[in-house]
């Protein structure tokens, strides 16, 4: 089952903050986050494990709730580079964790304008 | 560059054709995928190798075929097609522990 990922969209200025969220059902192992720019392929950002600590990337962080079953990424002072879909994904259902079985969310289209 | 190759970027054919994806990897990784993504869809697993063995097989049609010689190169071959396989077909490498994956550039293909 895929983790839900809110908002669809958001459009920012830049130096403006946003905060993305990936939900699952079921529990969570762990947390994959991408970023895929248009026309070009899937980046990863970072991994957050169960248990682990909260991660950053340049200016990108998340944090990962074991209880809520939610991850969380956080943008703050956002820049032009920012813009792109991230997703999410999380170990597929059965696959015991694995974490080269990934179910991904179905993006958040994150604009930012000058 | 992301060490992840895949060729061709582009790919028309017909539903009659047979024509095949290839990937390629010099990362030293043991793992590779190919991943389907199609408009306002998420990222879809299709196939895993792990130690050039399918560990993965997403219920994927078997008009679809993979098949990974070694652990550095990934192929997808493709025989009678439908119009909604129509998409974008990512291939990506990584180890087998809690890293990150490489994708590549991706083959956009379109079934016509």
């Known amino acids: 089952q895929q983790p839900v990922q809110s908002p669809q969209a958001v459009i920012l200025r830049e130096g403006e903050d946003a905060v993305i969220n990936c939900s699952s059902s079921?529990?969570?192992?762990?947390v994959h986050w991408y970023r895929q720019k248009h026309g070009e392929a899937p980046v990863f950002l970072m991994i957050?494990?169960?248990?682990?600590e909260q991660m950053r990337h340049e200016k990108i962080s998340a944090s990962f709730n074991e209880k809520k079953q939610q991850s969380s990424l956080y943008l703050t002072a956002s820049q032009l580079s920012y813009s792109g879909t991230y997703f999410c994904?999380?170990?597929?259902?059965?696959?015991?964790?694995?974490?080269?079985?990934?179910?991904f969310g179905k993006g958040t289209l994150l604009t930012v304008n000058p | 560059e992301t060490g992840v190759t895949q060729t061709p970027r582009h790919l028309v054919m017909g539903m009659t054709n047979k024509k095949s994806l290839k990937c390629e990897q010099h990362?030293?990784?043991?793992?590779m995928y190919w991943y389907k993504q199609s408009a306002k869809k998420p990222l879809e697993l299709m196939f895993v190798?792990?130690?050039?063995?399918?560990?993965e097989n997403n219920s994927v049609p078997s008009r679809f075929s993979p098949e990974c010689p070694n652990s550095s190169h990934l192929f997808l071959h493709l025989h009678t097609l439908q119009p909604e396989d129509s998409a974008l077909y990512l291939c990506?490498?990584?180890?087998?522990?809690?890293?990150?994956?490489?994708f590549g550039q991706g083959t956009r293909l379109t079934v016509v």
């Open positions: 994904g999380t170990p597929k259902e059965g696959s015991g964790g694995s974490n080269y079985k990934l179910t």
């Open positions: 957050l494990l169960k248990g682990g």
């Open positions: 990506a490498s990584s180890s087998m522990q809690n890293t990150e994956a490489f």
């Open positions: 990362l030293g990784h043991n793992a």
């Open positions: 079921k529990a969570l192992y762990s």
């Open positions: 190798y792990s130690l050039e063995e399918r560990v």
